[in-house]
């Protein structure tokens, strides 16, 4: 039989160095904006515009229509892609909608017309940024230790339940670290914002990871029971191998439907699928090798300061 | 595998088909959001100091005025609920004037009390009158603007006093226990409604704010002094609110705005073309790869997968769910993990095939062992959706709550069309001839 857990170590030390890729991105992105990744007004508060002009227009010329509202320090940036030909996005601290409503007035009038009906502005009070803020940790927080007591209970027969639940936990961190770092990476890259669906993302992430690591655990639960006088490690192994082709199966169909999102779907919602899309991909490694040869490890006494 | 199955066959068949026909059915459209339709959301937060108390009755009252102005500027679906204890999130989609809705949101309500003679007025009536004259808002039909002509014009009543005349109004509770409004007038206005309610006594005296009635008192005596209350059978409730709207005359707290959303409708259009070619390409893809990847058990899957595409299309019709693009999303999501569980059971089933099992045992086996993980995963997925339905419910975020809600809907559709249809399916079309099928490996994909 094919040993699947026997490289953990590789295993570990390649999601090491993808996660402090991650890192080194969030460290970057921290030093030269002052945010791990970009936020969004969601989170940040300030005012979002996304505006389409007839004719091309100068980075500079928007800039100085800007200023005039004693709007200076905006990010100002090109948005490309299919019908978003002299589409622009301009962030700035919070408008009211009666100055938008000027500013996007002046704009049209000092530079080119707008497409008509495709003006978008959003806009957020700090005070309520900084509250979805606070509510967004805590909705990962509850989410990681509901998942942890979950797994505890539906494994509570298979001896050192807590095992199983902390590891779950430990891919689903994982996995989490993994599209923390890919969101500074795009935002360094293409200027992806972190908003609120981004953390509808992360917290999907996190069920797809768990689910995942469920049925491998499942099949391992299932397996000691099977055959009590197998090594750990081998009835772990067995249960990976046996699952695997459900896992690629389902996979692959997360992934046809996701690359046809990326592919034909609206241009608002691509970051979001991306996300999802990477955060998937991430689920499915961690649970084969991250979450199970964690719990080899443990039974092992490998991890340093855990008792065996 | 007996009769019993048949019997689910038929059952199945006429779930698909009441879904069918709540999907055709013109009477319930589809809700479409903000991003696929373009519109405006704001945010109003009460803007008092933050140790200062707002009442829920406040709140609701503030709310109240807010749909009747928003219900006049024509939208289809205006949304307009409370939030919290010191919000009120608005939704205006398709809205094309964002500004007008937004200083209509803002602006402040007439009080009037308007002569109405002999005549008691029933409460939400719309009238004009004399203090300014020519059509208001709420005569007009959806979609009107105040320039069309109107059919057929309110009643014009004359204007005897506006709310600017009132001090103050509170509810209060008399010895025999009913319940009435006390009010007070400014001194410069006393004499003029002694004089005025002396000689229309026996008269209704209609309050009307934005020209919509909310009581038709009669004029029992004349009110001398400037004081006086309106009795009726009310509710606490009831006079409370008459009281409420009585002293603020517009919003009895005021509001500032919070957060906007604006989206142009022709994004609207962009978006949901595009999210339906998305949605179908995908769709066919993953209908294709079970057919070829599982053969009979996929083709099969396939179909209580379109069973499950259809319920879910009802579903959302008839709760309705307002579909945005992250809805979607949650859709498509739950429909992966639709999949998801045929793959898990007939992987299974595959195993024990390959081990030597009859056609007849995989079958069994396959559904019994994947349903565990089913579960297990499942329930996972619903938790997850639970705590991002909080979540988005705490601010206003109304995209991650669609996202929340699709998903476990489908989630639990999920469980219903992937495990229960799927398995109905198999027993009858593969239990039933499983001798014969056994042989036809190609069939099975094994």
């Known amino acids: 039989m094919f040993n699947l857990v026997q490289g953990r170590r590789k295993y570990f030390a390649f999601s090491g160095i ?15 904006t002052g945010a791990a990744f970009p936020l969004g007004v969601d989170f940040r508060g300030g005012t979002r515009f996304e505006i389409q002009f007839e004719q091309p227009v100068e980075e500079k010329a928007i800039e100085d229509v800007f200023a005039q509202f004693d709007l200076t320090h905006n990010s100002i940036i090109a948005l490309r892609g299919e019908s978003l030909e002299n589409a622009w996005q301009i962030r700035t601290k919070f408008v009211t909608p009666e100055q938008a409503q000027e500013i996007t007035d002046a704009l049209e009038r000092e530079l080119s017309p707008l497409k008509p009906d495709t003006t978008s502005v959003q806009s957020v009070s700090p005070s309520v940024g900084g509250e979805v803020t606070n509510a967004a940790f805590t909705a990962i927080l509850v989410a990681a230790v509901v998942i942890l007591v979950y797994i505890m209970l539906a494994f509570r027969q298979v001896p050192n339940s807590f095992r199983y639940g902390a590891s779950a936990v430990a891919a689903m961190i994982h996995d989490l670290f993994v599209i923390f770092g890919f969101a500074a990476l795009m935002g360094m890259l293409r200027g992806w914002e972190v908003d609120a669906l981004f953390l509808t993302a992360v917290l999907t992430v996190a069920g797809f990871s768990l689910q995942d690591t469920i049925v491998v655990f499942d099949r391992i639960r299932e397996n000691i029971v099977k055959r009590p006088f197998e090594k750990y490690e081998t009835v772990v192994n067995r249960s990976i191998l046996e699952t695997i082709h459900r896992s690629l199966a389902t996979q692959l169909n997360a992934m046809f439907v996701m690359v046809a999102i990326l592919l034909f779907g609206g241009a608002s919602i691509k970051p979001f699928i991306a996300v999802l899309f990477v955060g998937m991909l991430s689920g499915t490694y961690s649970s084969i090798f991250t979450a199970v040869p964690l719990l080899v490890s443990w039974e092992k006494g490998e991890i340093p300061f855990v008792k065996g | 595998m007996d009769n019993r199955d048949y019997f689910w066959l038929v059952v199945i068949i006429i779930i698909l088909a009441a879904a069918g026909w709540v999907v055709q059915s013109p009477k319930y459209p589809i809700v479409r959001g903000l991003d696929l339709q373009g519109g405006l959301q704001v945010l109003l937060e009460a803007d008092l100091p933050s140790d200062q108390a707002v009442t829920p009755e406040q709140m609701d009252t503030a709310r109240q005025i807010i749909d009747q102005r928003v219900n006049a500027l024509g939208v289809a679906e205006p949304l307009v609920v409370t939030e919290g204890e010191r919000r009120i999130l608005v939704e205006l989609p398709g809205i094309n004037n964002p500004d007008e ?28 009158t004399s203090s300014h004259e020519g059509p208001v808002r709420c005569e007009l039909e959806s979609g009107k603007t105040i320039t069309d002509t109107i059919a057929s014009p309110a009643p014009t009543f004359e204007t005897v006093m506006t709310g600017a005349s009132l001090r103050t109004a509170e509810s209060q509770r008399d010895q025999l226990g009913n319940y009435s409004v006390s009010f007070e007038l400014y001194p410069d206005e006393a004499d003029f409604f002694a004089d005025y309610t002396r000689n229309h006594q026996g008269q209704f005296l209609t309050i009307v704010l934005d020209n919509q009635v909310i009581s038709s008192p009669r004029i029992n005596s004349a009110i001398e002094g400037g004081r006086g209350s309106i009795t009726g059978q009310f509710t606490l409730e009831e006079a409370r609110k008459l009281a409420l709207q009585l002293r603020f005359g517009s919003l009895p707290v005021p509001l500032r705005i919070e957060s906007t959303r604006q989206i142009g409708a022709t994004l609207g259009e962009i978006s949901i073309s595009s999210s339906i070619r998305a949605g179908v390409i995908g769709f066919a893809v993953v209908l294709l790869f079970m057919l070829v990847y599982y053969r009979l058990p996929g083709f099969l899957a396939d179909v209580a997968l379109i069973g499950y595409a259809l319920l879910n299309m009802a579903f959302f019709m008839l709760i309705p769910i307002t579909l945005t693009l992250p809805a979607i999303t949650g859709f498509l999501i739950s429909a992966g993990m639709a999949v998801d569980a045929n793959i898990l059971v007939f992987e299974r089933m595959k195993e024990e095939l390959r081990r030597g099992s009859s056609l007849r045992e995989a079958i069994l086996t396959g559904f019994d062992r994947a349903w565990t993980s089913i579960r297990d995963s499942n329930i996972a997925t619903l938790v997850i959706s639970f705590i991002l339905w909080i979540f988005g419910r705490n601010f206003g975020a109304s995209t991650v709550q669609g996202f929340a809600y699709t998903l476990a809907i489908g989630v639990l559709i999920s469980m219903f069309t992937a495990v229960f249809v799927t398995r109905t399916f198999v027993r009858i079309f593969m239990g039933r001839s499983s001798a014969k099928l056994q042989k036809m490996k190609w069939l099975l994909g094994v």
């Open chain 2, 101 to 128: 809705a937004i200083s209509l949101i803002q602006e402040t309500a007439l009080l009037e009390f308007i002569d109405t003679g002999s005549q008691p007025l029933p409460e939400g009536m719309c009238v004009r």
């Open chain 1, 18 to 32: 993808l996660i402090g890729l991650g890192i080194a991105a969030m460290i970057y992105s921290f030093i030269t």
